[in-house]
């Protein structure tokens, strides 16, 4: 059944709401997204975006020139109301839902009978219920005139626009309406299979895909930590058993950035920290590394009056701009703080940055003492370990040959 739900107001421009956004405006619906930031309303409305992702700038520029995305700081009536803002945590690692509350509470005054109402924000078990609730203390009758879902964004960044058509989708509703008519707007767009299941499964379905991903990422992480002491290639040994048919180890890397990974295990572990103890031990492991490289780096510099260090990138990962919970980042600072060598900076997908002056990666190279390679960015991968010969290389992703 093909819905008749044609308008769309996206809250949230980010990573998630302004792809979804962009792609929603170029099949055909009529989307208004919503942001606080004034800069970031202004350079959509230009066909401009203030992200780096693949193809992203086309999308957006085809769905404003087309006139069907908007941006606006403010939200407006619509048949369907997309809610990707962000979830964070505070202090303790407690769950942050002040944004999902915000985003509900101005949406609510908007909102008329027969509305779809998708939470795709990550979030704690339990959320999807609480923006119910918050809609039923506006006067809104959750039963039998809005529907509820929550429909948990699954796109890797750097792959976005691929993933948010062809990956499947697990929808959940607040009850079984709910659900079916989330997944009948879902299966609208998506090439992939739309799942149906309660929104408390969809949820814990969210955070139960990145745990796997943090875990099996921090048994790879403790494999360097033993690696190193007993003079074995991390990446020989992580290769050789990945030869095994039901063997699947990840890469190690210098710690786990992002703003999903390394924030969601914990919406788990806050709810259940008694039945979470390999889920929080993943975390500590991978939360441990940054420290570790430091470490790596003040050995080798050791040797040097004030070594010329430098880091071979910010993100926190490979071909992205973005910084968020960034290890490289963690790390570089540091670095700096306690005055280990003069640091010099090199990450090609940005332009400037407050804390650190940038250079160009063969100036990068020419200049260092040690080369500390903290992604894994396509144009390092170019560097070889003959041409570096007279230099101190801690590649910590694994790229030099
Ligand atoms: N990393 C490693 N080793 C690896 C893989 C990743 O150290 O083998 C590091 C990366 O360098 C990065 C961090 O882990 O610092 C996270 O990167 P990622 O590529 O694993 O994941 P994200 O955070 O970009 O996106 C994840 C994805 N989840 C899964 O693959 C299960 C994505 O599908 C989710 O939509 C996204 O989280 C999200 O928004 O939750």
């Not at 809250?11 to 930031?37: M, R």
């Amino acid at each position: 059944m093909k819905t008749e739900l044609k308008s769309i107001c996206v809250i949230g421009l980010g990573y998630i709401g302004l792809p979804t956004a962009s792609l929603l405006g170029t099949k055909g619906y009529n989307v208004t997204g919503v942001d606080v930031s004034s800069d970031v309303v202004e350079t959509i409305n230009q066909g401009h975006i203030h992200i780096i992702e693949p193809d992203l700038d086309l999308l957006v520029k085809s769905a404003v020139n087309a006139g069907n995305l908007k941006a606006s700081l403010e939200p407006c009536k619509a048949d369907i109301f997309i809610i990707a803002v962000p979830t964070p945590f505070k202090d303790e690692y407690v769950p942050d839902l002040t944004y999902v509350r915000q985003a509900t509470k101005t949406i609510a005054p908007l909102i008329e009978k027969g509305n779809l109402v998708i939470l795709e924000s990550t979030s704690p078990v339990g959320t999807t219920n609480m923006v119910a609730d918050i809609l039923e203390e506006h006067g809104h009758n959750t039963v039998d005139d809005v529907f509820v879902a929550h429909c948990p964004e699954r796109v890797l960044p750097g792959r976005i626009l691929i993933e948010l058509v062809q990956n499947d989708r697990i929808v959940g509703g607040i009850n079984k309406a709910s659900t079916a008519v989330a997944a009948d707007f879902y299966k609208e767009f998506v090439s992939g299979e739309v799942l149906e299941t309660s929104a408390k499964t969809a949820e814990l379905s969210k955070l139960t895909e990145n745990s796997f991903r943090d875990v099996n990422i921090a048994f790879a992480n403790e494999l360097s930590l033993i690696c190193d002491k007993e003079h074995i290639d991390v990446w020989e040994l992580i290769s050789l058993a990945n030869r095994h048919p039901r063997v699947d180890i990840l890469n190690p890397g210098p710690g786990v950035g992002g703003h999903c990974i390394a924030v969601d295990l914990w919406f788990m572990i806050h709810r259940n920290p008694e039945h979470s103890k390999l889920i929080r031990s993943a975390r500590e492991v991978n939360d441990a590394k940054p420290e570790w490289v430091i470490n790596k780096v003040k050995e080798k510099a050791e040797r040097f009056k004030l070594p010329v260090i430098a880091c071979l990138g910010i993100a926190f990962k490979a071909d992205v701009d973005d910084l968020r919970e960034s290890p490289a980042v963690a790390i570089t600072k540091k670095l700096i703080k306690e005055n280990v060598g003069k640091i010099i900076v090199c990450e090609p997908n940005i332009k400037k940055h407050k804390d650190f002056d940038l250079c160009s990666f063969d100036e990068a190279i020419d200049k260092a003492d040690i080369i500390l390679v903290l992604v894994d960015h396509q144009p390092f991968k170019s560097l070889s370990a003959t041409k570096l010969s007279e230099k101190i290389v801690i590649d910590t992703r694994g790229i030099i040959k």
